[in-house]
């Protein structure tokens, strides 16, 4: 998430989660630069393969939170992913294969009281916990094709030159572009 640590956001979703189901808790990130949709889905893009079969993901950088964006339920072959429709689950989707992409409507699987800023401690973590519990994916919502796709753009290689785009720098200085494997002539 992009919520930092001195709020006590993060604190909300893991009592609601620990109050539906055992899950075991791991976070990932909560230091994501606020509303970068971008580094958060290459964060979440880069560290979901390496989590076990059957893993939920519950993932929010939402700058778009309070509008008519939709949520989200995505399948994929060996992981699950939760959060925003803004295109910030969509890059792990397509590196885990094989996804189905489902909108979250049903109220039953939220919160009772759904704040208009905090979906992802009112809808989000409880949708995961409702599916770790055994709900079906059919019952959350219907399956849709009308989702924000973010890309990370191609590299263009001419000649001997690359050209891409930066990605991501980490808190090292790494600059991660999306030139790899490229091979010049």
């Known amino acids: ?35 970068n949709i971008r580094e958060g889905a290459f964060i979440l893009k880069t560290v979901a393969p390496f989590f076990p079969m059957g893993t939920v993901h519950v993932a929010v950088v ?18 699950i992913l939760i959060g925003p429709d803004n295109g910030l689950l969509i890059p792990a989707a397509r590196l885990l294969g094989n996804y189905t992409v489902y909108e979250i409507q049903n109220p039953r699987f939220m919160l009772h009281r759904v704040s208009n800023t905090f979906h992802g401690r009112d809808i989000f973590t409880p949708v995961a916990a409702h599916i770790l519990n055994g709900v079906l994916f059919e019952e959350i919502g219907p399956v849709i094709n009308d989702y924000v796709k973010l890309d990370f ?7 001997n030159t690359a050209t891409g785009e930066i990605i991501y720098i980490d808190n090292f200085g790494n600059i991660i572009t999306n030139i790899d494997n490229v091979k010049l002539n």
């Open 153 to 159: 753009k191609e590299p263009q290689v001419t000649n």
């Open 1 to 35: 998430s992009d919520f930092g640590m001195k709020s006590s956001y993060v604190s909300q979703m893991k009592a609601v989660a620990i109050s539906m189901t055992d899950a075991h808790l791991i976070d990932i990130t909560h230091e994501v630069t606020p509303h």
């Open 62 to 79: 939402d700058p778009g939170v309070g509008t008519s964006r939709k949520g989200l339920v995505i399948t994929t072959t060996s992981q």
